[in-house]
């Protein structure tokens, strides 16, 4: 049985940061591309990051670059998502995906078979 679990949300004051880890068991992600989308409540879930294992080939929403890092440890089989600089508005549930995606479905969830149940990020004074 395939579980993504997701950790290291909390709450966090604007500026702050916050580290969020992923680790699957039941899949080896070195066959997978692992995306980060998040939701706000009365929103629509949207694309954070992804990363795919072979190559390292990274992908970031406009809304977090610069500021948003996602890296994988095959050892540990686990993708972290350093969050820097953290704005009220990055406020969230931030979940974990897995799959065989294609290039022009990585920002979308499509292709993703695979998903965590979430971690909560609160950014706020």
């Known amino acids: 049985q395939v579980q993504l679990v997701e950790s290291g949300g909390g709450l966090v004051q604007p500026g702050g940061s916050l580290r969020l880890s992923c680790t699957a068991s039941?899949?080896?992600?070195?066959?997978?591309?692992v995306g980060w989308f998040r939701q706000a409540p009365g929103k629509e879930r949207e694309f954070v990051a992804a990363?795919?294992?072979?190559?390292?080939?990274?992908y970031y929403a406009d809304a977090v670059k610069g500021r948003f890092s996602i890296t994988r440890d095959s050892a540990k089989n686990t993708v972290y998502l350093q969050m820097n600089s953290l704005k009220p508005e990055d406020t969230a549930g931030y979940y974990c995906?897995?799959?065989?995606?294609?290039?022009?479905?990585?920002?979308?969830?499509?292709?993703?078979?695979?998903w965590g149940q979430g971690t909560q990020v609160t950014v706020s004074s």
């Open positions: 990363i795919r294992w072979h190559g390292g080939s990274s």
């Open positions: 995906a897995a799959g065989r995606v294609i290039t022009s479905e990585v920002r979308n969830g499509r292709g993703y078979n695979y």
């Open positions: 039941g899949l080896t992600f070195n066959q997978y591309t």
